[in-house]
């Protein structure tokens, strides 16, 4: 199905420059929206008008650690919608982020730093700036989040945000619920992406840099859970499968609060509903 030119509405999606972004904005503008697929360098929007979608439009810089390419995303987005004569924006996608492997004592600290600005105080500036929009529309914010309420070792850089989110989402569902403006978290599991190999690279690297007196505390368990971890992400779910759910959540007349996609994401979303005490247990025999 797609949208009918008589229903066009203009969206925005951060982080777009590759992975469930990229996936995203490529679905969403064969069918029928308006897509503005943010990215922090001017090649990577290269790359994306490269894709010959006449409905698709990079917007760049975006750095969400920069307040400044906040602002001047919304002045250059509202001035794109007037000139096509749109009510407004129909939905925000609340997508970027990365994320590493590290167990909480190694992290670094720095990156950390960033991906909290990124995923956290970022989203939060997105909202603000893009709401006036959201409403002329009758829009909607999505995000794009793992199931974080419960913990998982050595992905803290990406649960801890993810918790974060999870929490702005439900609060804004209840800020802007008299507003008719739906906040829907499109909660995944293990997604197939280019970040899986990025961040294995990244873990080998670190591996030769963290001190080996701390890191022989951790050794033999996060060798295991990088085993293990092989054998989840041959059973990762394709990005495209993600879009297909955004997809529904942004067609559907009375949007669900949550949708779940991805390779054990109806798992965790279960553990969430159990008492917190027998979550951990559970997680406690498998790590």
Known sequence: MNISKDQRRAILVTGCSSGIGRALVRYLASRGFIVFATVRKEADAERLRGLKEPDLVPVAPLDLTHL???????????????????????????????????????????????????RVLGSVAMV??????????????????????????????????DFAANCLARTLGLELKSQKVPSIMIRCGGI?????????RELEESWKHWPPDRLAFYEGALRKWTRDMAGFDAKRTPAEKVAEVVFKALTA????????????????????VLPPSWADSILKTRF
């Open 68 to 118: 400044d390419d906040v602002c001047r995303a919304a002045l250059e987005v509202g001035h794109e919608i007037e000139r096509r004569g749109l009510p407004g924006l129909y939905a925000l996608i609340n997508n970027a982020g990365g994320g590493f492997v590290a167990p909480v004592e190694l992290m670094d600290i720095e990156k950390f730093q960033v991906e909290l600005e990124a």
């Open 128 to 161: 603000q700036a893009f709401l006036p929009m959201l409403r002329r529309a009758g829009g909607r914010i999505l995000w794009i989040v793992t199931p974080a309420a419960i913990p998982t070792p050595y992905v803290t850089s990406i649960h801890a945000c």
């Open 192 to 200: 197939r992406t280019e970040a899986v190999a990025k961040s294995d």
């Open 253 to 272: 007349k009375r949007p669900r609060s949550r949708y779940s996609v991805g390779h054990m994401a109806r798992a965790a979303a279960f553990l969430e």
